[in-house]
């Protein structure tokens, strides 16, 4: 019996790279991914989606990622739901020095690829 | 009865007699003749109880009076009335002693010539007496005195004006003096002086004798003129010699501009003053009375005019002379020098108030009759004292001696002195006039200048040496001014970076994945297909690569500080080349300083500034070389270059120097300016991103060290050298 897939709510204003990593999750079979291009919206899609792990873009318009970190971690619902950052505004020099952790949060620096996204999910999946 | 000698002496007695008749006769022919001739006569006034009763004027009174016998006969007090009246009462007076008894001094008194002139007489009693001696008639002899008398007036006249002038008052006090004088003694009534001033006659001063009073002329005659052809005044001064008129109200024309003229006024006279021939003014007199004016007179007056002359022209002479004596007064007392005057002994004659300032004294007596030795030092007194010396024995004047003076105070000058011999009349040398001007503001002056110059002297040569170090350091300054605008650049570049990565990852990333979606979606082995998902994943690469460089270059890099071994380092890095060196059959040569300190850097970035000065020392060398790695530890003052590199260094400081030498064919002069501009490059397009060095640059910056590229002295390839502080 197969493993139930994993649900994935990837939070990003760029549609495009949502849907690319949409496409590339779900073809592994391993995940379930939704995805929010609007900030705004993310909190209720992710109360409504009941997701395992959540990808968040950092820079965005109008509400950045570590607000709505803090919105999850203030919702009863999502506060055990671990979040990893997708962003920018690192360097991948960055993340190795810190090992992969800024504020205590797990990220990725774009442009980063399947192979690394997929190891970082399961690691922070906790298996 | 007679004897015979009785008769006889009888015809001699008539012979003797009728001789004395004749005799008597002829000298009463004789007396009668001389009283005819004479102006002298006699009269003879008969007594009776002690009153004159009848009066006898002699035959000569016609000559003397006007008046003949017979009228004074027949006017008993015509004698009376011929006496000038201010003289009447002297006569009576006599005429009363007389008739008491006495015998009175002859009497010498003016009487009214029936002409109407004044004639001066004298008047000479006799007395007879009767037997019982009681006065019965007395004797009058009358003599003409008028030209004797005239003289003695004039004589009179021109001793009083001689005592005046001698006087020496001013012009103003004398001259009305003068003509009062004149009035006095000649005994004439009015008298006026002329001044002739541009052509006309000015009224200068007026006297009046009585019965004129002044007060009733003068006031209105102040400042009158009159032309030069006006009056006897004017006359005289056309005519150019003295001019006189017995009655000058006999000639209305003459008079008519003068009003005392026509006071009762008769005679009068002009007569001139003169200067050097030129006429300085005319003196007029007038009588009440008819005068006669003889040669006599008129020579006398002129002399008059000529000492007056004489006195104007001293005085204008002495006013003139006054006024330069003012001026040179003021001069000498008031020029801003010291000026002083001393005799044959040294002895100060004279001195004005600045020098006497100079020798503290207040008042000029206390300095008169002194000499130097009274007021300034022993040493400079004498000095002085042996140039005056020298100046008396030579009669050379002293000019412009510059010498240090100290007064009394103990206050030290500078003064520049002139001294020059004084002469008498005579020529010879009677003293000397000293001129001192204080110098000490223009020597003290001359002194700052003297100084500045040798400052300024001393100031050109370390110019000179500034200039020429200067120069040497400017080519540098060039260098690194260049350098600068490099560095500017670069950070305008990081700057532009840093906004611009975050906005490309993005587009990366969609990149990436739609890579790996495709790389994924290829079920069948594709060899093309797959290399072109290869190329575009290295591009994806490579584009962050550059990114991320560029982002290395913002400022906001974070370090990891930690003492570290350059020299490990190195050799980490180097081995990270291993591959690409072995590739391009370089050799690689350690030469590394055994004795380096640990060093406070970033090693991972440290590691990546060396990474990449192999790299490009790599490609440099298509062909192959050798690349060099040498360490050295360098003392601050061993080198300027380095020191150059690091301006703020202490000299006791020490650097760590690598240099990474290849063996290529060096850069070109733009290489070497541009070598770190970010994305200059010399490589292949696609071969190297153009911000490996400018990013070596700005670690090794950031870690304050320098690093630098230089085509080898000997043309044998590059050397990149790093200096790190200690």
Not at chain 2, 266 to 284: K, M, S, T, Y
Not at chain 2, 481 to 487: D, E, K, T, V
Not at chain 2, 661 to 680: I, K, M, Q, S
Request: hydrophobic share 40%; charged share 25%; proline share 5%.
């Amino acid at each position: 019996m197969d493993k139930p897939k994993k649900r994935i709510l990837v939070v990003d204003d760029e549609a495009s790279i949502t849907r690319m990593l949409k496409l590339n999750l779900e073809r592994t079979g391993k995940f379930e991914v939704m995805t929010e291009n609007s900030p705004h919206h993310a909190l209720t899609a992710a109360i409504s989606f009941h997701p395992d792990l959540i990808m968040l873009d950092v820079l965005m318009p109008g509400k950045d990622g570590s607000e709505l970190a803090s919105d999850f971690q203030a919702s009863p619902a999502l506060k055990h739901v671990p979040v990893v950052f997708l962003t920018a505004a690192a360097t991948k020099d960055e993340v190795k020095t810190h090992h992969g952790k800024i504020g205590g949060l797990p990220f990725l620096a774009k442009p980063v690829d399947l192979h690394e996204v997929i190891e970082c999910l399961e690691q922070n999946l906790g298996g | 009865m007679r004897p015979d000698g009785g008769s006889m002496k009888t015809e001699i007695s008539m012979i003797e007699r009728q001789q004395a008749e004749l005799a008597r006769d002829e000298s009463e022919l004789r007396y009668r003749r001389l009283l005819a001739a004479t102006t002298d006569y006699i009269y003879t006034v008969k007594v009776d109880a002690g009153c004159a009763s009848a009066t006898i004027h002699g035959p000569g009174c016609q000559a003397v009076t006007g008046y003949s016998s017979a009228e004074f006969t027949a006017d008993p007090y015509l004698w009376y009335r011929v006496i000038h009246e201010d003289d009447r009462a002297a006569v009576v007076a006599q005429a009363e002693l007389i008739l008491k008894g006495e015998t009175p001094q002859p009497l010498e008194h003016r009487i009214n010539h029936k002409q109407g002139r004044v004639r001066w007489i004298r008047n000479t009693t006799i007395p007879h007496h009767d037997p019982a001696g009681r006065l019965v008639a007395y004797d009058g002899l009358i003599s003409d005195i008028t030209v004797r008398k005239q003289v003695e007036l004039l004589l009179a006249a021109q001793y009083a004006v001689a005592l005046e002038l001698s006087e020496r008052g001013s012009w103003a006090e004398t001259m009305p003096k003068v003509l009062a004088q004149l009035c006095r003694k000649l005994l004439w009534h009015h008298a006026v002086y002329w001044r002739c001033e541009a052509g006309r006659l000015v009224r200068e001063y007026g006297v009046w004798r009585a019965p004129l009073r002044e007060a009733d002329f003068e006031p209105p005659l102040v400042g009158m003129s009159q032309s030069m052809n006006e009056g006897l005044a004017g006359r005289a001064a056309k005519t150019d010699e003295a001019v006189w008129r017995a009655d000058i109200s006999t000639e209305p024309a003459l008079t008519r501009n003068y009003p005392p003229a026509h006071a009762g006024l008769h005679c009068g006279c002009a007569f001139l003053i003169r200067i050097n021939h030129a006429i300085a003014g005319v003196v007029e007199i007038y009588s009440r009375e008819l005068q006669e004016i003889d040669e006599r007179m008129l020579a006398t007056l002129g002399t008059l005019g000529v000492n007056l002359g004489q006195f104007l022209e001293q005085k204008n002479s002495d006013a003139k002379l006054e006024t330069e004596r003012h001026l040179l007064r003021t001069l000498v007392d008031n020029l801003p020098v010291c000026i002083f005057v001393k005799d044959t002994e040294s002895r100060f004659v004279l001195n004005n108030p600045a020098h006497m300032h100079l020798l503290g004294a207040a008042t000029p007596q206390e300095v008169l009759g002194k000499t130097e030795q009274d007021f300034f030092p022993p040493e400079q007194a004498a000095r002085s004292c042996a140039e005056e010396e020298g100046l008396f024995r030579t009669g050379q004047p002293v000019h412009d001696c510059e010498e240090p003076v100290r007064d009394r105070a103990g206050r030290e000058y500078w003064f520049l002195t002139t001294k020059v011999p004084l002469r008498n009349a005579a020529g010879q040398v009677s003293g000397l006039v000293g001129i001192g001007r204080d110098i000490t503001q223009r020597k003290m002056e001359a002194q700052a200048l003297k100084l500045a110059n040798t400052r300024l002297a001393r100031r050109g040569k370390i110019l000179k040496t500034m200039v020429r170090q200067l120069k040497a350091s400017h080519k540098e300054l060039e260098r690194t001014q260049l350098q600068l605008i490099q560095a500017a650049k670069l950070e305008s570049v990081g700057t532009l970076a840093a906004g611009v990565a975050h906005e490309v990852k993005n587009p990366l990333q969609t990149m990436l994945m739609g890579v790996d979606y495709l790389t994924d979606r290829l079920t069948q082995p594709d060899q093309e297909l797959g290399g072109v998902l290869a190329d575009m994943r290295e591009a994806v690469k490579r584009a962050n690569t550059i990114i991320r460089e560029l982002l290395t270059l913002s400022a906001n890099t974070e370090f990891q500080w930690v003492m570290a071994d350059v020299n490990g380092l190195l050799e980490r890095a180097l081995h990270l080349a291993k591959s690409t060196l072995i590739t391009s059959r370089i050799t690689a040569r350690l030469e590394l300083a055994p004795d380096l300190p640990l060093l406070p850097i970033d090693p991972p970035k440290l590691e990546q500034v060396f990474l990449n000065v192999f790299i490009n020392s790599i490609q440099a060398m298509p062909h192959g070389g050798t690349l060099t790695v040498r360490t050295r530890l360098l003392a601050m003052s061993e080198t300027t270059r380095q020191q150059m590199l690091f301006g703020n260094c202490r000299g006791d400081e020490k650097l760590v120097v690598v240099e990474v030498a290849d063996t290529g064919e060096g850069l070109t002069e733009e290489a070497l300016l541009r070598v770190f501009d970010p994305f200059f490059t010399t490589k292949p397009i696609g071969v190297g991103t153009g911000l490996g060095l400018s990013v070596a640059r700005k670690i090794i910056e950031l870690h304050g060290g320098a690093i630098e590229i230089k085509n080898a002295p000997d043309g044998t390839g590059a050397i990149v050298t790093v200096v790190l502080k200690t």
